[in-house]
């Protein structure tokens, strides 16, 4: 961990006289300093001309989606463990709160700097900060210098005959396959000069992290944040468990994924370093060619969800298929709040949501599960649980959560067809067929046997009894039946299929 001081210095002086008029690096969702391409090229600039670096982060609520609460949380000991890594090279991290354009125009002037760079994000209200901050730069004589940003392909390459973004997952993974290998990742650089003398805030002041009550405990045993967290982890992946990949990534049960997801949600870990290791690995260990093919797969759908949110900037609040827009929800409190707090009656269900609130993370299989069980079998609509999900996510992101949960709903693109409804019981029996899963998330049913324990309305008073269980006290019963629910999820998709 950083010593506080390092980021919460208000004031950092320089020693020595600058020789050349400082460059900014302004760091977004990209919290890392190995193949960062603005940092990079400022380096390497520096280098030349013994310019000084100053690494700016600007906390901008304005900025597309306010991150959530447990994304907050991330955030911060994402930024801190930036800072350290910053002052290991003799820099020092620049905190800074308010609209981007106007924050580091002003960052510029105070410290005299003549170059900001950054990495580009492909979505629509990031751009716009873009545009306005060039302007606000060009207007005081500092050049602006934009470096690709965080995809392995940037979605103006993958279009189709009319000039649209692809709304089919295959075709467009094979189109990205056939660009061949992404440049290779850039290295960290050596040194960054300290900077002059710049205002910082400090990490408290944005509060950041929660205070009383402190509902992190639980995030803080599950994560260590940062790029030297998110490098071992994947190097444990592909060590340990892209073997098995394949067969495990859909069993809740087993550490069968990388859990990278929020790492790469901060940059904390580009894909094309994700890429590249994968590949060097599995040119090093065939075994685990077929794992890392299909992991790579996954990060394929990353870039796919980005790419829509590219093209939909309303991804997150407006269904991609319009015959969606009369669907008929049925909005209910008390069936989203029993949801939310993993109190359906449904074990696998409750292990999720469950699993969600402690770690703040799902299994992607799981995710699948609940999210079917709120849009299918209680007709809440997608949005509520999309935003459910991206305040307790920590790896909550503006293209994969909404671009899963239409697909999920039925009206996105490549979308699961609505009728499909998962049955939450076979799906848990299926994929958590001990019920190891259920019992570590909902410890009131550890003693149900493994047969029953995804289904314990079916348990006789006896066996309940033998397992401490009281349906209705100490564990509900399911808030709606599988077959009705069902039932009631088809008449209401019939209705927009005619209307
Ligand atoms: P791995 O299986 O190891 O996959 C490697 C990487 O590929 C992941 O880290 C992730 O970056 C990417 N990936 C895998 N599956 C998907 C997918 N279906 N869509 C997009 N990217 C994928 N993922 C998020 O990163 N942020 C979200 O907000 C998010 N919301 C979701 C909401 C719903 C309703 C569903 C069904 C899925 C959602 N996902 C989201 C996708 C997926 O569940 C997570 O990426 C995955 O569980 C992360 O675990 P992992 O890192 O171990 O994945």
Known sequence: MVNEATLTTPRTTLSTTPSAPPIIVWLRDDLRLSDHPALHAAAKAAAKTGAPVICLYVLDDSAGRAPGAAARWWLAQSL?????????????????????????????????????????IAQAPHQAIERQLE???????????????????PPAVI????????????PFWRRVLALGDPPKPLPAPKDLRPAPTVASDTLETWKLEPGKPD?????RETWTPGEASARARLRDFLKHTAQGYVGDRDRPDREGTSRLSPHLRFG????RQVWHAARFAAAENPAIGPGVDKFLSELGWREFCRHLLHDHPNLATENLQANFDGFPWKPDAKALSAWQRGRTGYPIVDAGLRELWHTGVMHN???MVVASFLVKHLLIDWRDGESWFWDTLVDADAGSNPANWQWVAGCGADAAPYFRVFNPVLQGERFDPDGAYVRRWVPELKDVPPELIHQPWQATPIELASAGVTLGKSYPHPIVDHAKGRERALTAYAKIRKG
């Open 268 to 271: 904390e870990l580009s894909p």
């Open 80 to 120: 801190r463990a930036l800072g350290a890594d910053i002052a290991t090279r003799d820099g020092s991290l620049i905190l800074r709160k308010g609209p981007a354009a106007r924050v580091i125009a002003e960052v510029a002037r105070e410290s005299g700097a003549r170059t900001v760079h950054w990495n580009g």
């Open 159 to 170: 279009r189709n005959k009319e000039g649209r973004g692809l709304r089919v997952f295959t």
């Open 135 to 153: 302007s606000a730069l060009a207007k005081n004589g500092v050049d602006s210098q934009c470096f690709p940003g965080d995809l392995l392909v």
């Open 215 to 219: 509902w992190a405990g639980g995030l």
């Open 365 to 367: 299989r799981v995710r």
